[in-house]
């Protein structure tokens, strides 16, 4: 049986040996199945977040239920954290956080102070975005919400290096406008203290807009390691098809007289 066979194709000239391409498939084929894999893990991770996303919403304790020395940016389980909130919305008292952009548009992240029933303390409440084109922040339709009420959120814990940019607040001017959400600032402002962290509005929560901020996950770490894997296996694949092309062939020689 003979082992290679050369083929040509105009100036292009390929020489296969029949077990070093068995080899070659091979390992392509191992390499490919790798990257699959890690793609399969990655939509694992996901539909389980999704689930346990689902699960947390529909348990999600009392925002006032969270002991006080929980509330701490080093507690672990605090960030995304599903919480329940009843009382009702203090509309005439909004905050507007300026230069939001949502798909390549400016406009207002939106938040709006929520009254709880239980202990009347003021939580900042992040409704998500709203266009700022062609309209004066005192006339944008912000969607209040009337009466009392019971909605869901995340509590949001900023990153430790989260960039904080001072903002020059008239506190006679309703909507407040912003540059970043500083809390000990509104909270002078408002003239009381405020829960110790904004919390942002599930889906579907009545008052809730674009939700322009990027989604969380309690893996998201992971997720992203299996795309990163999935796509260092595809790239050994290609470049194991490359060096047998190459080594097989004068695809270099013309490449090179090309230039």
């Known amino acids: 049986m003979q082992l290679s066979r050369e ?9 296969i040996n029949w077990i070093i391409l068995a080899a070659v498939l091979m390992s392509i084929a191992g390499l ?6 890690q793609l399969e893990r990655a939509g694992e991770k996901v539909e389980a977040q999704r689930q346990l996303e689902a699960r947390l919403s529909q ?6 239920e969270i002991p006080r020395g929980h509330l701490h940016p080093a507690n672990p389980e605090l960030p995304n954290r599903h919480v329940s909130l009843i009382g009702q919305y203090e509309n005439e008292r909004g905050v507007l956080v300026l230069a939001e952009f949502f798909d390549g548009q400016i406009g207002y992240g939106v938040v709006t102070p929520f009254r709880l029933a239980a202990t009347g303390q003021l ?16 006339n944008l339709d912000l969607r209040e919400v ?40 509104l909270s ?3 003239g009381e203290e405020l829960f ?11 008052g809730a807009l674009v939700r322009h901020w990027p989604a969380v996950s309690a893996d998201s770490a992971g997720y992203t390691q299996n795309l990163s894997y999935a796509l260092q296996w595809f790239a050994a694949a290609l470049t194991v098809l490359m060096i047998g092309l190459l080594a097989s062939s004068n695809l270099w020689s013309l490449l090179r007289d090309s230039n």
């Open 7 to 15: 083929y040509s194709l105009s100036a292009f000239r390929i020489r």
């Open 32 to 37: 490919l199945r790798l990257s699959w894999w």
């Open 59 to 64: 348990t999600a304790p009392l925002l006032e």
């Open 123 to 138: 939580v900042l409440v992040e409704r998500g975005w709203i266009s700022g084109i062609g309209v004066d922040a005192e």
């Open 146 to 185: 009337e009466g009392p009420l019971t909605t869901s959120a995340q509590i949001f814990v900023p990153p430790a290096d989260a960039r904080i940019l001072r903002s020059e607040i008239d506190p006679e001017s309703w909507p407040l406008r912003v540059r970043s959400l500083e809390l000990n600032v």
């Open 188 to 190: 002078g402002v408002f």
């Open 196 to 206: 110790p962290f904004s919390v942002r509005l599930t889906e579907g929560q009545p």
